[in-house]
């Protein structure tokens, strides 16, 4: 059958997918993340908004004294009480009522969605309305135990530092990007993250798919502007912010789609696409690579010089991607299967 697996993922990968992907507008996921790990301590599973509340203004009290900024909007009321707690006009209890009222309006919808949905594992239940407060879930107490915790609460910690780094020196999110590194497993941010211009893969590509998009089989036509296919990442090029080693640029991982599929209302965006989708890539490169195509010399140094060598490239980037995307995509098939 297939060439590939999928990849099952844990949950410290889907703990580190709420950390280190997805849009900061403000620190409050990373303070609830460090609360949690203080709470999960108590051995209680139900924690009232009451006691939440402690540790997380007060991480987010200590982070303002060091970095003012920790929104991207203006103004914030939660913000405001916590400065104004660092300055001595509000006292603990006040903070704390604020920070109940106010703190947790949105982050605790917000916690486990990650690239536009949540991840499939939750470690606390909303149950503010019946309970006052959320309920820890044994994936909590599991994946926050002794061992773990300290590894898990300093990637949290480094990670929020760059981001409020990033706001500091109020940089565009595009510009600045967080970086993980596998090997060494550090964080870094890159200032030199460029997109380099893959329109002239065009006509190369086009070759190939001879007419119709490379996802659904719809067709695509270079000269008709309305049929006009966009140039895809394969692996979305946002995985680049978080491997810097990887070229996702490379023909390799180009395909002409159309743009319901690239950006319609069902489209690709930044997911994965499926199992099936990568084995359709890779026969696409083998019969690059195997026809003698010009691109040929530019594949295989980009992805290996045997076919095995080849799909053990894909893998290892699916697994990276999957780890990272967490949500897989395949669209309608519009059509009979072409290539
Ligand atoms: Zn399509």
């Known amino acids: 059958m297939g060439n590939f697996i999928d990849k099952t993922l844990d949950d ?4 580190r997918s709420i ?15 460090r609360s ?21 203004a007060r991480h987010i009290c200590q982070h303002i004294k060091d970095a003012p900024v920790q929104a991207t909007s203006k103004s914030s009321r ?3 009480a916590c400065q104004n707690f660092n300055d001595g006009h509000i006292d603990a209890t006040q903070l704390r009522d604020t920070t ?55 990637e949290v910690q480094s990670r929020w530092r760059l981001v409020e780094t990033a706001w500091e020196l109020n940089m565009n999110r595009n510009l600045i990007s967080v970086k993980h590194d596998t090997d060494s497993h550090t964080l870094f941010v890159d200032k030199e993250n460029h997109r380099i211009n893959v329109t002239s893969a065009r006509d190369a590509l086009n070759g190939y798919q001879k007419g119709h998009c490379f996802f659904c089989f719809a067709p695509i036509s270079l000269t008709q502007i309305a049929l006009q ?26 395909t002409l789609s159309c743009r319901d599929c690239n950006r319609g209302e069902n489209g690709k965006f930044a997911k994965l696409p499926s199992l099936k989708l990568l084995e359709r890539l890779n026969t696409r490169n083998e019969f690059l690579i195997t026809s003698h195509h010009p ?17 053990r490239y894909l893998q290892r ?23």
């Open 12 to 15: 410290p990968t889907y703990w």
């Open 19 to 33: 950390i280190l992907f997805g849009r900061n507008v403000a620190s409050y996921k990373f303070a609830l993340a």
């Open 36 to 56: 949690l790990v203080e709470v999960v301590r108590n051995n209680d599973d139900l924690v009232r908004l009451d006691d939440l509340a402690e540790p997380f």
């Open 78 to 80: 939660f913000l405001e």
């Open 100 to 154: 109940v009222r106010l703190g947790f309006n949105n982050v605790i919808d917000a916690f486990h969605v990650v690239n536009g949905d949540d991840v499939p594992t939750r470690f606390f239940l909303d149950e503010r309305k019946t309970n006052g407060g959320i309920r820890l879930t044994t994936a909590a107490f599991n994946l926050l135990n002794e061992n773990m915790v300290g590894t898990l609460d300093s």
């Open 229 to 254: 296919p966009d140039v895809d990442h394969f692996f979305p090029h946002v995985l680049g912010s978080y491997d810097h080693k990887t070229n996702y640029d490379g023909v390799w991982n180009l």
């Open 295 to 311: 691109l040929r010399e530019t594949l295989i140094q980009q992805t290996g010089r045997s076919p095995a060598d080849r799909i």
């Open 317 to 339: 980037q699916f697994d990276n991607a999957k780890s990272i995307l967490i949500h897989e995509w395949e669209p309608e098939q519009l059509g009979p299967e072409r290539f």
